[in-house]
């Protein structure tokens, strides 16, 4: 059984295999056996399906004996009258490439012997033939973990060398081929390795100087461990997936919009792989995060589904935009199937599959998975935060009611006073006068100026008022004539509800609302109303009342911005709350409108107004609370703060100080809970999915029929039907979806993911095609090797730490990397493993290492990424231009840079980090004078070569050679010998300290794991 298992993963073509193996010319033929793996390969690439060539199929027994458009292509047991032996006599079948002699042989045979028919019809994907993987293609069969190999006569020589199972199947490998294992590394070269490839970071001197005085087994595993369980390791291989899933902090395509919330994502991957989440709930979260988890968690690590690029702008017609959707939806399967299968599914959207044996009814049931997925922002509710809030909002109540009743017994007595003083007789107060004005009694008009409104989704007059509907209605003015500073805001509005959460009532907005200042109605607080601002910026809880009455009668509502930042509320022409000061927001002419029902563009979501919107006014200043009154309605009953404070006693004061005090405090850790309670970020913003259709040749107008969301049944053991209705929801697609790619019993998710790991510790993988297990990826180097990884892997719960520290402790990966003459000329690019091949460090791992020895390295972890590029708009297209400044907010590690697609600086450019636009499973690695050059002029490496020889000097004083060793040990962890001494010496006598750093950091030594 296992040797049929080893035939399967070294792919011999099944054609061959079943030709030679063949019966005696005595024994009838064996179809199942021997024809239809021979018409399968050769003949129903082009006669099979729907439409095939000639109207000839030859898959099925009727259809083949029917023929096509010139005849029947078989007559049993009269060859010379068949079309098709006629055909492939005369080499036109197949064409390009006729049948050799042993094949015609053998189907002459079988149509002499009556053309008995087998399995009917023929499943082409059956079979694995010379030109493509069938069902039996190794990567599609079970999982069937090997026995590690034993130590043979062959292997005792070697026999002390194997630490682990890994090492056994290395040895018996290359034994066979006549080679034996490199020695152990130095323990200095060792912690250099380990370090490098599990934090992206060089080992202080102090660590590797305890190493290499107690290099033992129990010192390496201690070392492996805690290696581990740093925080720098999520950095560094959070990084080799984001490589993979194509991570990109802006849309891509001509627009290229920045993704300024998306941060959230690459924080989650971070954080999942320090926690060590076991692999399938890695997976799951990343395909239906957002279903399984509530609040920020899951929503960020779905954004694995919206990580690609995005194409905002579609044209106009309704082909142009189904073809821009299914060519988004044929990325987002590509991803999915590459990163979590190896799989090509993408390739079936035109037709089957080329290669693998994916039909393309298969493909668009995976799309059909997927097609609820939009891209898009969301607020999310984090419950923990949000609890948190809850508590602290109830103290902060607490507080303002004793203030307040401290305050009542304050304003009643001024405003008694007040009344004495008045005249028996009050004159009616002067109304303010607006800048703009809208009655919405017969149209949209301003009745002042030039501020016209017209009507957009729906909204429409009835009965002196404006009527938003919560879904598309909202009214839109004309751009401003005049700047606008200082300003207030004021309605007129009825609710249709009091439970809806966001909807603007008059809104001020720029930049197609990127900027605006809005009256808003429930967003963060229910029941509230809020001065809403883009990004929160100038919102904090004005902590008013809870609105009770604006569904029954008419509201006022208003809200005037102070230059100084003061922001105050007001309801029925009095103080709403209490006023806050934050930031300004100016407005130019020409740019900023005013929006009614929509709190800003664009349009959609919890955006929009459920109201009646009676009047609305802009006024270019701040009224005061006695202007606010009397355009209200109201007597103006405002006391300032200081008359208040004058009108209580000594006592009352002093109470009044310390709760004011308290209620600051708790204001402050309210707003920050609130901004963590609701998050902003980019993921998966679902739809409801639409039935899907197979679209005959990927053409968004010609469809076959409809299909229902599945998988892909060349994998085994699994269902590829979800047993879902073709209009189930999204919910339940993408639920199904996960569970079938994470199983314990699919073979190919184990396979690619410690297949992946040990590339990235290797340099190449037992696959040396990360993301391809197809038959157009390579064959893997020690099949068994895999099968016994993938097991073990499944059997430790997918525990991706566990995977590493089998690797880590095998007697393979601690091995030199010096060649040797007899395997370099045997196996020169060490695909058999009889060395550790030396690698190039990344372009992120070169950058953050410099900024490492030279001690300026900020480890602030996580939150939005430091931005190292001008962010440009212009007419709609973002571009993006990278710079280059002495500013210690640019020091982070790369990882936590701002990452948008293009503008990359020139030293992660030369030394090849990938574009985001594509995925990147296996980094190209060049070598190129340009990267020579950056290491040698870069105005950043200049920066730190000076800040290294400043460290230099602060540790070690001016003692030239003491500054040798020190440089040498900080940047490439071992002293210089006596020649790199003397040159050294040489090169700062004549240039300066500065010029060694930055020689070292040229060094090979510096730059190449060994």
Avoid at 37 to 49: F, I, Q, T, V
Avoid at 268 to 283: E, T
Avoid at 391 to 409: H, K, N
């Amino acid at each position: 059984m296992n040797k049929i298992r080893l035939n399967h993963l070294l792919c011999l073509p099944l054609v061959a295999a079943t030709l030679a193996a063949a019966d005696a010319a005595d024994k009838p033929v064996d179809f199942d056996r021997q024809i239809a793996p021979l018409l399968a390969s050769r003949c129903l690439e082009c006669h099979s399906g729907p439409s095939p060539k000639g109207k000839l199929d030859l898959s099925d027994r009727g259809r083949s004996l029917r023929g096509g458009e010139t005849g029947p292509a078989l007559v049993p047991r009269r060859a010379a009258d068949s079309l098709v032996w006629v055909r492939i006599m005369q080499d036109d079948m197949p064409p390009k490439h006729p049948l050799p002699k042993t094949e015609r042989t053998l189907l002459h045979r079988w149509i002499s012997e009556g053309a008995r028919w087998g399995t009917n019809p023929i499943d082409r994907f059956r079979y694995t033939t010379e030109s493509r993987a069938g069902y039996n293609w190794w990567s599609l069969l079970p999982l069937a973990p090997p026995v590690p190999p034993a130590i043979t006569a062959e292997t005792k020589r070697h026999s002390r060398w194997p630490r682990n199972d890994i090492d056994r199947f290395v040895l018996a490998r290359l034994v066979r081929q006549g080679l034996s294992p490199a020695p152990a590394a130095s323990p200095r070269a060792l912690i250099r390795r380990l370090f490098v490839d599990l934090h992206g970071l060089p080992p202080d001197p102090g660590t590797v100087a305890a190493f290499v005085a107690n290099p033992s087994e129990t010192a390496y595993e201690t070392l492996v461990d805690r290696l581990l369980a740093s925080p720098h390791y999520g950095e560094r291989w959070g990084r080799h997936w984001l490589d993979v899933v194509r991570f990109g902090e802006s849309n891509g395509f001509e627009r290229n919009a920045p993704r300024t919330t998306f941060w959230h994502y690459r924080d989650w991957v971070i954080q999942a792989l320090n926690q060590d989440m076991p692999y399938d709930r890695f997976a799951q979260l990343q395909l239906a995060g957002d279903l399984i988890l509530p609040g920020v968690e899951g929503a960020a690590a779905a954004g694995f589904l919206v990580a690609g690029v995005h194409n905002t702008v579609v044209g106009g017609s309704k082909r142009m935009k189904l073809l821009a959707r299914q060519d988004e939806l044929e990325e987002l399967v590509g991803t999915v199937g590459q990163t979590f299968l190896g799989l090509t599914i993408n390739c079936g959207r035109c037709h089957d599959h080329k290669f693998d044996p994916i039909p393309s009814s298969e493909y668009y049931r995976v799309v059909a998975a997927l097609d609820g997925v939009v891209h898009g922002e969301r607020d999310v509710a984090q419950p923990e935060q949000a609890a948190r809030q809850a508590i602290v909002d109830t103290q902060i109540r607490s507080l303002q009611q004793r203030l307040a009743l401290l305050e009542t017994r304050a304003r009643a007595s001024v405003l008694k006073a007040r009344k004495k003083k008045a005249p028996t007789k009050t004159p009616s107060p002067d109304l303010p006068r607006p800048t703009a004005s809208w009655n919405f009694d017969s149209d949209f008009r301003d009745s002042i100026g030039s501020l016209h409104g017209r009507p957009v989704g729906g909204a429409r007059l009835e009965k002196g008022a404006v009527v938003v509907d919560g879904k598309t209605a909202y009214v839109q003015t004309a751009k401003l004539t005049k700047p606008l500073a200082e300003k207030t805001l004021e309605a007129w509005v009825q609710l249709a509800n009091l439970t809806q959460r966001g909807g603007g009532v008059i809104s001020i907005q720029a930049s197609g609302g990127g900027v605006f200042d809005a009256i808003v109605y429930g967003e963060r607080e229910p029941g509230h109303w809020m001065a809403g601002s883009n990004g929160f910026v100038r919102t904090r809880s004005f902590a008013g009342s809870v609105e009770t009455m604006a569904t029954t009668k008419p509201v006022h509502f208003a809200i005037s911005y102070q230059a100084d930042g003061t922001i105050t509320g007001y309801r029925n022409g009095r103080l709403y709350g209490k006023a806050y000061r934050t930031g300004f927001q100016k407005y130019s002419a020409g740019n900023a409108e005013i929006v009614f029902g929509l709190r800003h563009a664009p349009a959609g979501g919890n955006k929009m107004l459920s109201a009646r919107i009676l009047q609305a006014r802009l006024y270019d200043r701040a009224l005061s609370p006695k202007a606010i009154a009397a355009s209200a309605g109201a007597e103006s009953e405002f006391v300032s703060a200081r008359s208040l404070l004058a009108a209580m006693t000594a006592n009352e004061r002093t109470q009044h100080a310390v709760l004011g005090k308290q209620l600051t405090t708790l204001e402050t850790e309210s707003r920050k809970l609130a901004t963590l309670a609701r998050a902003k970020l980019y993921t998966v913003t679902p739809r409801q999915p639409e039935k899907m259709r197979i679209h005959i040749r990927g053409s968004v107008t010609n469809y076959g029929p409809t299909v229902t969301p599945g998988g892909i049944s060349a994998v085994p053991g699994l269902p590829a039907d979800f047993g879902l209705a073709a209009d189930a929801p999204d919910s339940s697609r993408r639920r199904k979806l996960a569970a079938w790619i994470t199983s314990p019993q699919n073979p190919l998710f184990t396979r690619v993911m410690v297949n992946r790991v040990w590339h990235y510790h290797f340099g190449r993988g037992i696959v040396s095609t990360p993301s391809d297990f197809g038959f157009n990826g390579a064959r893997p180097s020690h099949p068994r090797l895999l099968e016994w990884l993938a097991a073990r892997f499944t059997a430790d719960g997918f525990r991706i730490k566990s995977l590493h520290r089998t690797i880590l402790l095998s007697a393979t990966y601690r091995q030199a990397s010096r060649p040797r003459p007899l395997p370099l000329a045997r196996d020169a690019n060490n695909r058999l493993l009889w060395r550790m091949s030396p690698r190039r460090i990344e372009a992120e791992v070169l950058r953050d290492s410099i900024l490492a020895v030279a001690g300026q390295l900020d480890i602030t972890r996580g939150g939005p990424g430091f931005v190292d590029v001008s962010i440009t708009p212009n007419n709609g297209t973002t571009y993006y231009e990278p710079f280059d400044k002495n500013d210690p907010a640019l020091n982070r590690r790369t990882i936590y840079r701002f990452t948008p697609r293009g503008g990359r600086s020139a030293v992660l450019d030369t030394f090849d980090c990938p574009d985001p636009s594509i995925a990147a499973p296996r980094r190209n690695v060049t070598t190129t004078p340009l990267q020579a050059l950056s290491l040698l002029n870069n105005a950043f490496v200049l920066r730190m070569a000076a800040y290294f020889a400043t460290r230099i000097a602060d540790d070690v004083g001016d003692d030239i050679d003491r500054q040798i060793t020190r440089g040498w040990q900080l940047a490439v962890q071992h002293a210089p010998d006596p020649r790199q001494r003397r040159l050294s010496r040489k090169l700062i006598r004549n240039h300066g300290l500065p010029t060694l750093c930055r020689a070292l950091f040229n060094t090979n030594d510096f730059i190449i794991i060994e």
